[in-house]
């Protein structure tokens, strides 16, 4: 996991660990597994991997085997329990996941306790499971939904309203060729179809959905976007926005005009922006939440000046018109690797219009997660906590954030696709055990981040290890050995035991000459003592020039737990093809999670 490393001074500067009425203005609930990060399945704006009910905090992850766990904990300091959703008899979920970043999951817990999950689709029959019982997330029923369109679903998103009646908004189809539906669960009842929201299939479209929320006033409100068939992300125009008094049977535009279902593309009174059909900037499925005035608000990437470069903006109705503020300078470009993750937003109790987001790669904001306070004419930009998830994006435990003013969410690392390793990435391998926890915000607190008062989750780096300049690996160590037997290794020592630890190799090297199959191979490995050995991080040398190449933060998949029990981790290197490789320099650097983090 690329994970901003701060020094103890840095982490000494940044401020006090402020206490309030709910503890901890930021805290990082780590569960005890470790998860894939080949793809962004466990972390989309679309997702909810995240869930509460009341002080039991529900998370659900693919681990890295494909396996859904879904974990729950007790709040503050209570054990977390596990159960493997593959082992509900019949595999309704059809696990493990399937490799691909739109295969999502979203829990919610319902106002009876049952906790519902539906998981594991991109255009697929639908897949769905209920716990048995309130709160058990040992026993498990799969009674289906409706049974009605829904053999080719996608994007699953549930929202309560304070009655407790449960929606579930998906989409039928497949991008360039969709419909939006919503379904309808009353408290004790059975799922019904309310029928299709929005058509992108008459006219070869896809609409693709904001955040579905349910605002403060028991009103239903959902923002879409618009892509042709055939089109990418740059191909995705246009911003509508409806919402619901009834729970779902009639909807209207902002300012009260009936708005006839399905919604079209060409719909004009329902639409908050218009852009130009191709490069607009847009990002499908970005932030909508609304304020405590009934006004909505969206954030969302546009395209802007004359280069043009792809930027967070706030859209929201001010009670007369819709606004449209840039809120991000990132001067970034219009690639797909450039783009910063979807924009989450959020509307506290307090008042204040928040936006989530990070910048993999790009601006003075890249390697954190962050908030953006937009509520005033000057947006302000925090850090909420010292972690770099690269492609990871944010996503919101619902029931928190009206129930209890936090804001919650998954925070990891990923890479964006399995197909598409992110330029810097050297290996998709590197990204087969990454790390996952439950980031918790509390709103009320929001000025303290800002001022950066509150001490963050960050990562303490508590060890380095470097090589001797130019060390050569002979054509003969064509299996997995010590770079050089006089390399030196790190060893865990107290204030490393029980914390969750990470390593990163950072390294210049070449070959003798380049040809096909000739390589330098290097890795990570640990030791556990009276326990087992991993290799992990790969970087691949296959150039006679000196090249730089680095992995990214890994997690140690064991914990040092004591005296005789500690880890060993050093760099391996092999051979392949016959060639002789040169190690110019090496760094391997050790990590340890650091500020209000709790196991």
């Known amino acids: 996991m690329d994970i901003l490393a701060i020094d103890e001074a840095a982490a000494d500067a940044a401020a006090k660990f402020t206490l309030g009425k709910k503890a901890h203005a930021v805290r990082l609930d780590v569960p005890p597994t ?11 704006s679309y997702g909810q991997p995240v869930a509460s009910d009341g002080n039991d905090l529900y998370f659900a992850i693919y681990s890295t085997t494909g396996a859904l766990i879904i974990h729950k904990r007790t709040l503050p300091l209570g054990s977390w329990s596990t159960f493997d959703l593959g082992t509900i008899s019949g595999n309704p979920l059809v696990l493990p996941v399937d490799t691909d970043s739109h295969n999502t999951v979203s829990i919610f817990v ?15 029959v639908m897949r769905y499971v209920r716990s048995t019982n309130p709160r058990d997330i040992t026993a498990w029923t799969a009674p289906g939904v409706t049974g009605s369109v829904e053999t080719q679903v996608t994007y699953p998103r549930f929202a309560m309203h304070p009655d407790g009646t449960l929606f579930l908004l998906y989409r039928d189809g497949a991008s360039g ?8 669960k009353n408290v004790g ?62 909807w209207k535009s902002v300012n009260g005009t009936a708005v006839a279902l399905p919604l079209l593309h060409a719909n004009s009174s329902a639409r908050a922006l218009a852009t130009a059909a191709t490069n607009s900037g847009i990002i499908n499925q970005f932030g909508l939440d609304v304020d405590t005035q009934g006004r909505p608000h969206m954030a969302l990437t546009l395209a802007d000046g004359t280069t043009p470069d792809r930027n967070v903006h706030h859209l929201w109705w001010n009670g007369a018109a819709w606004v449209n503020d840039q809120v991000t300078n990132l001067g970034n470009g219009m690639g797909y690797n450039e783009i910063p993750t979807r924009p989450v937003m959020i509307c506290s109790d307090n008042g204040r219009a928040l936006i989530a987001y990070s910048s993999p790669r790009w601006g003075s904001t890249i390697g954190t997660f962050r908030m953006i306070d937009v509520t005033e004419s000057v947006p302000v930009d ?64 929001v000025s303290e981040l800002a001022q950066r008062k509150v001490r963050l989750p960050a990562l303490e780096i508590i060890g380095t290890v470097s090589l001797p300049e130019n060390l050569s690996v002979p054509s003969t160590q064509t299996a997995d050995a010590l770079i050089s037997t006089s390399a030196p290794a790190f060893v865990t020592a107290r204030d490393a035991r029980g914390r969750r630890l990470f390593a990163q190799v950072s390294m210049r090297a070449r070959i003798d000459t380049a040809g096909s199959g000739r390589a330098l191979v290097v890795m990570v490995r640990e030791v556990k003592q ?43 290197a092999k051979i392949t093809g016959g060639a002789v490789g040169t190690v110019s320099a090496s760094s391997l650097r050790i990590g340890a999670l650091d500020g209000p983090v709790f196991y």
């Open 34 to 44: 470790l998860v894939s990060g080949q793809t962004r399945y466990n972390a989309t």
């Open 110 to 124: 319902d106002a009876q306790g049952y906790i519902h999950v539906a998981a594991n689709m991109h255009g697929d």
């Open 177 to 184: 060729m969709g419909d939006l539906y919503l379904n309808r």
């Open 189 to 250: 009842g059975a799922w019904t179809q309310l029928g299709k929201i929005a058509d992108g299939k008459t006219t070869s479209e896809n609409p693709y959905e904001t955040r579905f929320v349910v605002d403060r006033f028991g009103r239903l409100n959902i923002g879409i976007t618009w892509r042709p068939n055939g089109g990418d992300h740059n191909t995705n125009a246009d911003v509508h926005f409806i919402r619901s008094d009834d729970k779902g049977a009639t």
């Open 382 to 445: 925090f850090p909420i906590a010292l972690l770099d998830g690269r492609d990871a994006e944010l996503s919101i435990d619902e029931r928190a954030l009206r129930e209890k003013n936090i804001y919650r969410t998954i925070v990891t690392a990923a890479n964006g696709e399995v197909t598409a390793v992110g330029p810097e990435y050297n290996d998709i391998n590197n990204w087969n055990t990454q790390f996952a926890a439950v980031l918790s915000v509390d709103l009320d607190l």
């Open 530 to 572: 009276g326990g087992s050995s991993r290799n992990f991080g790969t970087l691949t040398f296959t150039g006679a020039s000196t090249s730089i190449a680095q992995t990214p933060w890994m997690p140690i998949s064991q914990l040092a737990t004591g005296a005789n029990a500690d880890i060993f981790v050093d760099q391996l």
